[in-house]
């Protein structure tokens, strides 16, 4: 068969219809409140990625016109500290969306993460990571999901490639991304496999997906043989890599990206290996595929807990 390259599905412009799609309910809330929809966003430490995620998301709010206020909380915060800001936060009658930026400080324990959660109000559970949501989710009575997952819906849809009926294959079975993602392609006709690190076979379970979800953090982990010929691959990884022998063995001598290493010392690069794109019918790019996706939904998410909460 003739070598083809995957067609590449732009994360930036599906983000950008769906920014445009939320502002007229920005307005629209605006004037009938006399306030923006709000959104809390809190980070505890320093951890650089964290801090570029964060700055991302207060932008795009701030530019879609809702009030965002960024908490911070420094690595030597104690949980009950955290967990008090997340209460005035909840009480706030200005914030509508409450979200604390994850991985928290490794200092705060383990299961850390689960009590601030459980924490947050579930109607201002703009991550939709509270067991309430997630059990609604479950149920297929969503309200507010995973922004990753449910940004990775909209982008399947709006580039016209079926799910229901086809066989979907998710890498990954985190909180944030995997469990979710399975929950909504199930909800949507597909036939979902979740695999993980004792899956028999890895590569051969997920050739058989139509549509890949590779959700592992692990940087170019899927090749060429996890993938169907023409097979729709999302790449929700998002890793920074350092190390130059790591950068060589996902991309060519010569490579553009390469270059881009020896300027910075290091690049992001997905869960997907490049090589893919010669075997995948569509796969979306790291950075620009889904990542824009997630600030988008995060947005849409905040916009419907305002208007849920002040019918
Ligand atoms: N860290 C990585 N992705 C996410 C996300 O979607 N929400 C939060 N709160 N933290 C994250």
Do not use: W
């Amino acid at each position: 068969m003739a070598q083809t390259t995957a067609r590449l599905l732009d994360g930036q412009s599906v983000a950008a219809a769906i920014r445009e799609s939320v502002l007229p309910e920005v307005h629209a809330f605006s004037a009938r409140t006399g306030r923006p929809p709000g959104l809390g966003i809190v980070l505890v430490g320093d951890d650089p990625a964290s801090e570029i995620y964060v700055r991302n998301k207060v932008r795009a709010g701030t530019e879609s016109g809702l009030r965002v206020d960024l908490n911070r909380l420094p690595a030597s915060a104690s949980l009950d500290e955290l967990l008090a800001l997340v209460a005035r936060l909840n009480a706030s009658p200005v914030h509508d969306g409450i979200l604390v930026q994850a991985p928290l400080p490794s200092a705060m324990g383990r299961g850390a993460s689960q009590r601030v959660f459980d924490t947050i109000d579930p109607i201002k559970d703009v991550d939709g990571f509270h067991p309430v949501n997630v059990g609604k989710l479950v149920q297929g009575r969503a309200h507010l999901v995973a922004c990753t997952p449910s940004g990775v819906i909209e982008m399947l849809q709006r580039s016209d490639i079926p799910i229901a009926g086809s066989r979907a294959v998710v890498i990954g079975r985190s909180e944030i991304v995997g469990k979710p993602m399975a929950m909504l392609l199930l909800q949507r006709d597909a036939t979902v496999t979740i695999c993980h690190s004792k899956t028999p076979d890895l590569a051969k379970t997920a050739a058989a997906a139509d549509i890949l979800v590779a959700a592992i953090g692990r940087a170019g982990f899927v090749t060429a043989e996890f993938v169907k010929p023409g097979a729709t691959v999302i790449d929700v990884g998002i890793n920074r890599v350092t190390d130059r022998a790591v950068a060589d063995r996902l991309f060519p001598p010569g490579a553009a990206r390469l270059a881009d290493f020896d300027r910075r010392g290091s690049i992001v690069v997905g869960d997907v290996h490049p090589g893919v794109s010669d075997v995948a019918g569509a796969l979306t790019p790291v950075p620009g595929g889904v990542g824009p996706l997630t600030i988008a939904m995060l947005l849409k998410n905040t916009v419907t807990a305002a208007q849920a909460a002040h019918p």
